[in-house]
């Protein structure tokens, strides 16, 4: 079965760090673009990074230079090293695989693991 | 940044009804990187429709996409009433990917 599953959310303090994991399984990571994609309480969805399979990344500019994309092609897992957190951060955080099959659009999705940056 | 903005905010329709739902863009969108996603609560989104019109792997063909340029459209033919949930329109062309801020389709 195609899917991904997060891990790795919780309650962190402001300017603390988190990393969330995203396993595969089904599929190869490194041979899709992958995303994450953030979802504040209550409000619509925001991409936040991607990572091409030849190892490119982008980032949205609410997060650059405070988040980073990753992935274990050993462990089929795609990682968010998230650094210097604040209170706006706080969000589901979905992992989603790029289709080529579909254009590109978002055809798998995680079910999401929640952030909360909180004192 | 391409902004999107949907309309109306909240549709209210009755089962069996026809749904239209709006998606406009800022600036001019490759119609092959315009998808629309659908979420009920506590879920993730679902792929519905990529490439403006194409719909995706096991999507009943009540639902349809068209337009393009800057205006795209979502269409229900007939609700059933699991369709009640929000949708969102996402430009994947340019970065940032951006999303639309939803239309909250309900019961009326």
């Known amino acids: 079965e195609v899917q991904l599953v997060e891990s790795g959310g919780g309650l962190i303090q402001p300017g603390g760090s988190l990393r969330l994991s995203c396993a595969a399984s089904?599929?190869?990571?490194?041979?899709?673009?992958m995303s994450w994609v953030r979802q504040a309480p209550g409000k619509g969805l925001e991409w936040v990074s991607v990572i091409y399979s030849g190892g490119s990344t982008y980032y949205a500019d609410s997060v650059k230079g405070r988040f980073t994309i990753s992935r274990d092609n050993s462990k089929n897992t795609l990682y968010l090293q998230m650094n210097s957190l604040r209170a706006e951060d706080t969000a589901v955080y979905y992992c989603?695989?790029?289709?080529?099959?579909?254009?590109?659009?978002?055809?798998?999705w995680g079910q999401g693991t929640m952030v909360t940056v909180s004192s | 940044e391409i902004v999107l903005t949907q309309s109306p905010g909240t549709l209210s329709l009755s089962p069996g009804e026809r749904a239209t739902l709006s998606c406009r863009a800022s600036?001019?969108?490759?119609?092959?990187?315009l998808a629309w996603y659908q979420q009920k609560p506590g879920q993730a989104p679902r792929l519905l429709i990529y490439?403006?019109?194409s719909r995706a792997t096991g999507i009943p063909d009540r639902f349809s996409g068209s337009g393009s340029g800057t205006d795209f459209t979502l269409t229900i033919s007939r609700l059933e009433p699991e369709d009640f949930a929000v949708y969102y329109c996402?430009?994947?062309?340019?970065?940032?990917?951006?999303f639309g801020q939803g239309t909250k389709l309900e019961i009326k």
């Open positions: 490439g403006a019109s």
């Open positions: 989603a695989r790029e289709n080529s099959g579909s254009l590109g659009a978002f055809d798998i």
């Open positions: 600036q001019s969108v490759s119609s092959s990187y």
């Open positions: 089904g599929f190869t990571v490194s041979s899709n673009y």
């Open positions: 996402q430009q994947y062309g340019s970065f940032p990917y951006t």
